[in-house]
């Protein structure tokens, strides 16, 4: 198809695009059946950033890894950002964690007893001084309060106690700091989450200030819900802050991102190319967000990447004017058909040449495997803890 | 169970509590693949109103009738007034249609074209004549706007002229006047529908100002959801409007409500009343929106009526001490014990002798059945075009 | 990507490939909101069959009409049958109706009533003497029985009595004659349907025998269902007789195959492949079943033609033995991507010149456009009743 | 209501019923997030009977414990069996483990390496001397085979090598011995499990013999699937021979039973009474397999018992001859006015009288809380390893 070529505006911004990656996606992980441990897998976090440099090497558009506290905790947050530094990347979102604590079995921020409150509360104000000592601007809220059955708990008021606390944190933020905060649909809460869907996590940000802002987990949905929709609507609100990729047939399965549904990754991209949202000071960080239970973790994540680069192509390849058209004229198919001309065109030549261009092999997977990497790590990380989700 | 017994408070407030029926619900209804019409369905508004004063006749609960404009367009809306008056009912809500004219396959208030948009606002001043002219204040805007086709239009434009469009319609009311916003997941659009959730409702209720409130369709939403969840988070934000009451197994089964989730519906009920929102002036209008396909359709507005009524006095038999204190203390059997144990109470009884310390027949269903009613239509009615949603 | 040649076996498969056309969407749906009347849709059988042959005419795929009966009944079926073959297509499975005779309203097979059952029966009988007069040998159940309401009718009777209808009706099958069964999650019943899955259908023709297969109509099933899995299952047994295909982001929305999700689409037919099922002398049938609500509705046929050659095509792509390879040794990423290699393919080159091979259009809906033919049937067919769902 | 009272039939099937419990459910669980541990949990199997025993001695309808190999094995089954009949209650099924040896990653039964295989085999071998060595009839197998990405492995090929591995097992069966194949939609894998859906379990039973039957757990089903339906549909094949009972909202959420959807669990038993299937020669085993991750284990299931008996209550309630009539006249809301009635009823007064007459005291739950039991564990199971999913 003769539209396969980028105008210079689009190479540019495939050039720019970045996506952060997660530090647990290096860890072991599993279901609540079994944690399959893998061979090589980090001991702590300066191997996780370690193998998180791996991704960005052959890719050159993953600078940014995400901490999570505690598993990520450190004595030396500035050991660890010139560890970073000198792979190559850098620390980006810090990420609480208010579901691994026995306090927490009935809620963090809503649970009834204000001294839990006041712990998850504080457990923030922590995480605010690792974003002071790593430089990261963003700290990555994700609930897990809910209730598992009807009259557990009052509904109401403890979305009253969570506005309360999320204003409490939000006051401890320096100027240049976002809270961002994520939904979900359901799990680990199974009758209720106390953030269920994106109009909630909205409300809460739109109270809370400017510096509030959403992060869209791809797999935090009920069944058939369209996600670019959502997408569309918090960039019109100037509120979607980050995406969590992955991708899911059922629930929150966490798959790689493109794996279980390309062509609704598309269509997120395409809402996202056509509201200037691609570029790094658009307000949006990329991030992705999965579970490796049984594939091997670091090309994994390249795999990812490249589905995310594939189709951010495909998007900026939309002949955009021919869509328009079809859309004014009411022209149903055209206008589909527009879109799904991007879509169906084949556009991994065209990033290997990117690639080349930028001194990369065309294919990072295959870079990575000639490696040797995934070997040594395996022969040198003999003894000491796994990382996992439960470190 | 001793608790089958009820406050005083609680007996006035399920004496005061009513239940609003549409008028299209005693027309002929069915799906797309065949309404199967029934004898003795009226003919015009003047007869859909003599059929829902029957519900009331049995029931006292259901003093209030929506109309749908085109479908019940008179001349005389003095006389459908007076009409509803003489059989002790009164106009309810006014329902706008944006989805039978040729001119919105594409769409209506979101369609590319303004002149097309234009003439969806138009129809909604006309129905807030319809307003003046019957004396009902609140104008109830579904929208079925939406795309089969991803690429078939812009839908972040579409919100545009939607939000646009609103605020035309909203300029027109009267003080007294409300502007009643519905959702719907999907149907009649198959891939994205303009307001497909309570969050996007809600965010066009929020730019239009203090008149404009969301109405809840029990039918519409994903597999799932939580929605008595969305019924504390609408009350929180004080704009939770109106019930448009049905249930449903699958999609928008428009059911009668209560038929699918009993337990549900006491949910939904529970959070109404934990919240004060069960009063006549609470601003939430309890109105059923259903299609009788294959009962009876008097009847079965009746045992809707019901069936809110006991789901009703379940939640007001709730013992909130208990459940507060059992909540309170993390007592997570304790709490949803308490709230189970009004579900399990059968409150029929309690219900039958309110209805007879009222002059009713303890047993509306029967009572309606002995009356010969349902015969007279059947040999009345004989000619005309019935009533259904294309008429 | 090199393999984007096909194999000269491929080739063949593909040029071998039909599929088969309903002659219900060439006339007007809709939902049960609205049906939008498109300008120049048939008024009888003949001109649906018209209508058919120009999908062929421009994809040499579809060589086959379904017809619906009582929608096609005509008088004279030698008549039908010459005027498709002079338009260079043939009668195919002969679908019956048991949702549309106002006996139905509570079932047809299933009934409680053994007259309605036996009229329903008989209207099948109807159908064989259709197939004989036409030539087919496809005769294809939907059944829409099912219950809206829990207690409406015991579930297990009307098993016994459908089972007793479907063995009435095998009876009276030629022994080239199939019974093809279909069916579906829900709608039009809302709370049961008498042959809800896959299991059920198959059930019902183990007990009738070898002429007894299930059709899988792509639409009908419960949201998250991998489809591929049934599909795999059902060739596994030998029963899967054929397909009714289209797509669907919630429930039945009947939308073009592919245009939701082409993932799906592929992952299906490369089961169908790997199965050796592609060959027309594989029993499996492959056939359309879609509604085009607000798009044209021939240019549609032609495009759904062309997403089942391309996921097809992208199937025959897959490198068989890179993915057993890959399968056998447990490389979960390397397995994965032999799949996602062939998907990601962009086979449309490749398919506009095997149709210049054949002599046709490379791009068949630019050469429908360029005929004349919607315009010349806008103009012609004036006056009559246009055929609908309801004709 | 005139109803709530019992026929001698139905009161003798409601104290002739038993519900068997899992071990396993005494044991910590959690999320894949986080296993809550609870004080008092049992150490040991021995300690795990000895909490079931007091589910059955406030219930007396609870007289079984699953078993969970390797969980619960031990070095003397003699004394594990004497040590459940001392405190009143046996062992009941034998349920195998095919998800937590890192073997099996990839799959038991149906994975690519023989040897695999032949360990899942084995161990299935092993369970069937358990059975011996306890005395124990149902070999119960769920299989968490399956597939995260679409191409991981050949679907068909995978049943083809569980349609021999099952056959193995088979073969050792004793005569006296059931194989009881359980299916689940999702999880552990995440597109497409081996056994997703009782079409696929019931084919291998009808292969494997009459020995085979399957389970139905009511938590393991897409969203919306109407689940008496399947129950009303295995029993007409024979194959019906057990429930694992739970309930949820979203996924396999495995809440109390009756907790999400008491309605549905009434339906359930309305066919179970309805198919004569209660009475415990009938061939299915009514048993619970249930998390109490947040709730307290013994009285969950306490509550779990008292929920599937209040259930069963109402079932029995049913006015079948009014139902038949209604059913058999077309008359829609009578006939499920007639289910609706015995639903609503309060039967728990009627279960509390028939505790009264075993001896028992009537609210099971009030006599476990006033025996210190709690404490009891609480304060003598210090030290030791808690038991849970991962023992």
């Not at 050159?60 to 450190?74: E, G, K």
């Not at 062509?263 to 991030?287: K, N």
């Not at 004014?328 to 065209?350: C, E, F, H, I, W």
Request: proline share 5%; charged share 20%; net charge negative.
């Amino acid at each position: 198809m003769s539209h396969a070529e980028l105008s210079a505006d689009a190479r540019q911004a495939l050039l720019a695009q970045t996506i952060e990656l997660p530090s647990w996606a290096f860890g072991n992980s599993g279901t609540r059946f079994k944690v399959f441990a893998q061979e090589g897998v980090p001991r702590d976090p300066f191997e996780k950033i370690a193998d998180a440099a791996q991704v960005n090497r052959y890719t050159a558009t993953a600078p940014r890894v995400s901490l999570h506290i505690p598993w990520d905790l450190t004595d030396d947050y500035a050991a660890l950002s010139a560890h970073a530094k000198d792979l190559g990347v850098e620390i980006g979102a810090i990420n609480s964690n208010l579901f691994q604590d026995d306090d927490y079995m009935l809620g963090s921020l809503t649970h009834p007893d204000p001294i839990v409150r006041k712990k998850a509360v504080d457990h923030h104000l922590q995480c605010v001084d690792v974003m002071r000592a790593t430089g990261s601007t963003d700290l990555k809220l994700w609930l897990p309060d809910g209730l598992n059955y009807p009259g557990q708990d009052n509904l109401r008021a403890r979305q009253d106690r969570l506005a309360e606390g999320l204003a409490e944190i939000y006051a401890a933020l320096d100027p240049e700091h976002r809270l961002v905060i994520e939904y979900k649909f359901f799990e680990p809460a199974f009758y209720s989450m106390d953030i269920p869907d994106w109009g909630t996590a909205l409300l809460h940000c739109l109270a809370l200030g400017p510096q509030a802002v959403v992060v869209l987990d791809t797999g935090h949905h009920a069944p058939g819900t369209n996600i670019e929709f959502i997408v569309a609507q918090l960039l019109r609100q100037g509120r979607l802050g980050a995406f969590d990729f992955n991708s899911r047939f059922y629930a929150d399965d966490d798959l790689m991102v493109g794996a279980a549904d390309p062509f609704q990754l598309f269509r997120i991209m395409h809402e996202i190319v056509s509201a200037g949202a691609l570029a790094p000071d658009s307000g949006v960080s990329f991030m992705l967000d999965q579970c490796h239970n049984i594939e091997p973790k670091i090309p994994a994540q390249i795999r990812s990447v490249m589905n995310v680069q594939e189709a951010t192509a495909k998007a900026l390849l939309v002949d955009t004017a021919a869509l328009d058209a079809a859309q004014q004229s009411g022209d149903v198919l055209g206008a589909n058909g527009a879109l799904m001309d991007a879509y169906n065109t084949d556009v991994r030549p065209l990033l290997a040449g990117l690639r080349e261009e930028q001194g990369l092999h065309p294919d990072p997977l295959a870079a990575y495997a000639a490696s040797g990497y995934a070997e040594k790590i395996v022969a040198e990380r003999v003894g000491g803890a796994q990382a996992g989700w439960g470190a």
